[in-house]
């Protein structure tokens, strides 16, 4: 165990020099709480095999689920970095939302289904919880845990944002890790909570069947947070367009060549957290010749990728107003082009 920490935090402190030399946020958040929840299981399953809680073992699912789930979003994350091929021409990005949606399965499926079914084995065949202080030692140092880690997510999640503005800054975020490891340590920390309050209600009230109504809370909760997860990586697995600044933005430079009348909208594409497509609408000036377009059309995406280095795959149609408002409503309808056009912009 103590080689795998050593291990951990070394890739941890490289995450770290590589994350200030530009790499990607979501490597040292997931590296801390694979660190902290290796502690926690262990601990957690030692606890649980000493006193027969079944709350306690619950937990121990939890924090085990949990260290899959992240193995399984560096997999992710190392895949999604590998470079276009002819067979993946856009690249490999979104292997990162598919591997996040998995663990939003496993969650349900393995953390809530193996915690209910454990809980109702045990209010069906109660045992009495032996040596429950050790749970309750176990349980602190759990918290203590699980606490730094889901406070260095948070300060790296947060950024400048509000407590009030975290849960729309989880329906925005383009980075699943991050939030997913977040929500991951929100409710372990409510499953020790609800885990204390079992073993200790089983003990007041001599019944150790309250016990087994814990383990069952800590599944419904872990539930809970697999749908949350589910719907939140289902629209970027899908397809899920890059923030509204950054549209307008792409559309502002582009419209700021010379040669340009107006770039009049874009259509994006998350493929991974830091990799965007984009296709442009541009009305270029009628008296420029085909090699004058052809120079625009390269000067163009040279300041839009030195601008915006996530816009990966780049698409530019030279279009007139008209025809791009044209196009939008064929597309998807007068109402939700005229909403698009408002959203994207009119350059």
Request: charged fraction near 20%.
């Amino acid at each position: 165990m103590a080689r795998t920490l050593t291990r951990a935090v070394a890739q941890l402190r490289r995450e770290l020099d590589g994350e200030a030399a530009g790499g990607g946020p979501s490597r040292p958040v997931i590296y801390a709480a694979l660190a902290g929840n290796l502690m926690v299981a262990l601990t957690k399953l030692a606890a649980a095999l000493w006193t027969g809680s079944s709350a306690m073992l619950s937990e121990c699912i939890h924090s085990a689920v949990d260290m899959g789930n992240e193995l399984l979003l560096l997999y992710g994350m190392r895949r999604a970095d590998i470079r276009p091929d002819p067979e993946h021409p856009f690249g490999y990005g979104r292997e990162l939302y598919f591997w996040s949606f998995v663990v939003a399965v496993l969650i349900f499926t393995l953390g809530a289904g193996m915690s209910i079914y454990e809980g109702v084995n045990h209010i069906l065949d109660p045992e009495p919880i032996r040596n429950v202080h050790v749970n309750y030692l176990v349980l602190l140092a759990s918290a203590l845990f699980e606490g730094a880690t889901w406070l260095f997510t948070l300060s790296r999640f947060k950024g400048r944002r509000g407590i009030a503005e975290l849960a729309g800054a989880v329906r925005e975020s383009k980075d699943p890790p991050t939030f997913i490891v977040l929500l991951e340590d929100t409710a372990a920390i409510l499953g020790i909570v609800i885990a204390f309050a079992g073993i200790w209600l089983s003990q007041v009230y001599a019944d150790p069947r309250l016990d087994g109504v814990a383990s069952i809370a800590i599944g419904c909760l872990l539930a809970c947070t697999a749908w949350v997860l589910a719907r939140e990586t289902k629209d970027l697995l899908i397809g899920e367009r890059a923030h509204q600044g950054i549209v307008d933005a792409i559309l502002q430079t582009a419209s700021g060549v010379e040669g340009v009348v107006g770039a009049h909208g874009a259509m994006t594409a998350h493929l991974a957290p830091n990799q965007i497509l984009a296709a442009l609408s541009v009305e270029f000036d009628d008296e420029l010749k085909t090699g004058d377009i052809e120079a625009l059309v390269v000067e163009m995406e040279r300041r839009i990728r030195a601008a915006h280095p996530e816009v990966m795959v780049l698409f530019i149609k030279p279009q007139s107003r008209h025809g791009f408002h044209q196009a939008l409503a064929d597309r998807y309808g007068d109402t939700v082009a005229d909403y698009t056009v408002e959203k994207h912009g009119g350059h």
